[in-house]
């Protein structure tokens, strides 16, 4: 292999300050943490009493998944009060209590934000589904039946089924792009936008470091209701959804608008607050470019490149940075493996192989990566997907769609803390979700007492994240792509190689002069002319 090192330019004094660019933050899923009063679901409580497991882990800081007041048909992302903590969590005390915890271990804290929809029982919701004249009446899209009765346009559910619901108080549709317990906010709304800052603003006074903003590429929508073509695309169809090009119902010229503002409130705040975006469906890309480009929008954002992968090559690898080359004026991305909402990477990635050796390799890939790093609760463990029978689904999309597509249940079954206690820890009496008889042997104290295992691998790879530059913000160029992998990092006179085997076969590699093993993995002698299966190195230059 041939490497011709670039020049990379220093870092700027401000990115040098900027906490968020490069970071590494672990997502926690409030529901499945830890559970502190025994009532099977986990709560703020229980995440203020293991934010030390978080902070041993070197990352910057942490994100919480929604814990507002909520009936729960969406599990928390049917928002019924921005401002409330749900009893099952806990209480506004408890969050401020984790907070405060948080920013004594040096923890950052992001909380998600749910712009698009709340939930049909939010105050709102409930004041202007009553008729069309009450002060809030536009606060939401309502729409009149066609003649035939049918609703306003062909526009369909994430969930299935059309994104209309019928409300014979006000004779009109309202929409809702997810479930119909989630209605659509009208985002377009002044006074809406006004109501959605004011939120914001609740949990910056509260101490918040940022926001995540889910599914912010649905908050606005096409007024004029215009039928969505098809989509002429050839991928899996499981839904509706699937057929439409979704042009008219989300990605709509009104959204960077409304993110500049969100964005003005964040800097009218002292401690340089974050906000990234989760971007999906099929423009996300650009749109992830749109949403970040310049320094009035958001800082960064994720979609679903590596989330709904089946399988991880080289050719999967090198799309990230194709998108994100780091030309002038461009945003700075996000990546994760692994959420609340897609299937756990070692279960889709490791085909067969040795889900230990994949998961410390899959660990030193999403290091090396350019642009922030998410970490979700129990990747540092390599745990799998878990099975969740299905008499035990809770998840609507799981449960309406089975077996096509197995849905999220299985990546939100609860953290194993102890191998030998009563529901590995999390809970004394049986959880929201069962426990996977493979997560026991891989809870975290069995592993805090095994220096080979891979939670102590995750410790020294984010260490080395944090200790090089050259892979916390440097720049980003590909050297190889098949069959194996490899990248450089740099910064200013700092450049690091990353070499990785992604594949099921021996392949033919010699070790490039003037470089030094910082790591490797599962690879014995890296001076030998091969790398085998789920090898990964990485490299420095010079002494």
């Not at 007041?69 to 903590?85: E, H, I, L, Q």
Request: aromatic content about 12%; proline content about 7%; charged content about 20%.
């Amino acid at each position: 292999m041939t490497v011709q090192t670039l020049h990379h330019p220093e870092t700027t004094t401000q990115a040098a300050t900027e906490w968020w660019r490069g970071a590494v933050l672990y997502q926690v899923y409030p529901r499945s943490f830890a559970d502190s009063n025994d009532d099977g679901i986990g709560d703020l409580p229980g995440i203020t009493a293991h934010l030390d497991h978080i902070a041993s882990l070197g990352v910057d800081g942490v994100w919480l998944s929604p814990f507002f007041t909520s009936p729960m048909k969406d599990f928390g992302y049917d928002v019924a009060d921005y401002t409330g903590v749900d009893p099952i969590f806990g209480t506004l005390a408890d969050f401020d209590a984790l907070v405060a915890r948080a920013h004594a271990l040096g923890l950052k804290v992001i909380i998600d934000q749910v712009y698009s929809h709340t939930s049909d029982e939010h105050a709102w919701f409930q004041e202007s589904r009553q008729n069309r004249i009450n002060p809030k009446a536009d606060w939401y899209v309502w729409a009149d039946a066609k003649p035939d009765g049918s609703p306003p346009s062909n526009w369909q559910s994430v969930f299935g089924g059309p994104a209309w619901t019928w409300d014979a108080r006000r004779h009109q549709y309202y929409m809702h792009n997810f479930l119909k317990e989630q209605p659509q906010l009208n985002v377009a709304n002044p006074e809406v936008q006004e109501a959605l800052l004011d939120a914001m603003r609740f949990w910056l006074d509260r101490g918040v470091d940022g926001f995540r903003l889910d599914a912010i590429n649905f908050a606005i929508h096409d007024p004029k209701l215009s039928d969505n073509p098809p989509l002429t695309s050839n991928g899996k169809r499981t839904r509706p959804f699937d057929f439409q090009d979704k042009v008219h119902n989300q990605s709509q010229p009104g959204i960077p608008v409304f993110l500049s503002r969100l964005r003005a409130l964040a800097d009218s705040y002292d401690g340089d607050r974050f906000l990234v975006a989760e971007v999906g469906g099929d423009r996300a890309n650009a749109e992830m470019k749109q949403y970040t480009q310049g320094d009035r929008l958001l800082h960064s954002a994720y979609g679903f490149l590596y989330l709904y992968a089946d399988h991880l090559d080289a050719e999967l690898v090198q799309k990230g940075p194709a998108m994100w080359p780091g030309v002038d004026g461009e945003g700075w991305p996000s990546w994760t493996f692994s959420n609340h909402d897609a299937p756990r990477a070692i279960s889709r990635w490791s085909e067969g192989r040795d889900e230990k050796a994949f998961g410390e390799m899959a660990m030193l890939l999403l290091m090396s990566l350019r642009g922030n790093v998410f970490v979700y609760q129990g990747e540092e463990l390599g745990l799998p997907q878990a099975h969740v029978p299905f008499d035990r689904l809770v998840d609507p999309e799981a449960i309406t769609n089975w077996p096509e597509t197995l849905g999220r249940d299985g990546a939100r079954t609860p953290m194993p803390w102890r191998a030998d206690a009563v529901q590995a820890g999390f809970s004394s009496v049986e959880p929201w979700l069962p426990i996977d008889p493979r997560h026991y042997p891989l809870a975290v104290d069995v592993q805090e007492a095994d220096p080979t295992s891979i939670l102590h691998f995750s410790r020294c790879l984010i260490g080395l994240r944090r200790q090089y530059a050259a892979l916390r913000t440097g720049a980003m160029r590909m050297v190889q792509a098949g069959p194996l992998l490899a990248f450089e990092r740099g910064e200013g006179d700092e450049t690091m190689l990353c070499v990785f085997n992604l594949g099921h076969s021996t392949e033919a590699w010699v070790m490039p002069e003037g470089w030094r093993v910082v790591e490797a993995v599962n690879v014995e002698a890296v001076a030998t002319a091969a790398l085998p299966p789920l090898a990964g190195l990485l490299l420095a230059k010079g002494e």
